[in-house]
């Protein structure tokens, strides 16, 4: 079975950075061929989708909101996918969740503030 373990989360100052990983396991095929997704969610919010990574192209995807300061990559021999996270707003405080082949995983906290 697929899983996905989170990290990276935590305290920054607005305009700063952080780096998520999503480490993922339990691969049917191999994982390049994974579409993995970065899911936020706020407090209140519903959950909304932030960054695609596509399977096999690499081809990526982002929200209006966060377009020009995250990076969504991928690491095939880590089996890992990051989201690099620039100038950092305190609208992008938020749980963040990583996404792939209906899989969940458990969510790690950003909290952006001064």
Do not use: H
């Amino acid at each position: 079975q697929v899983q996905l373990v989170e990290s990276g989360g935590g305290l920054a100052q607005p305009g700063g950075s952080l780096r998520l990983s999503c480490a993922i396991s339990g691969f049917i095929v191999p994982f390049t061929y994974y579409t993995v997704k970065w899911f936020r969610q706020a407090p209140g919010k519903e959950r909304e989708l932030v960054a695609t990574i596509v399977g096999a192209t690499d081809d990526t995807i982002y929200s209006d909101p966060v377009k020009g300061r995250f990076t969504i990559t991928r690491d095939n021999p880590e089996k890992t996918v990051y989201l690099e996270m620039n100038s950092l707003k305190p609208e992008d405080t938020a749980v963040y969740y990583c996404y792939t082949a209906t899989i969940w995983g458990q969510g790690t906290m950003v909290n952006v503030s001064s």
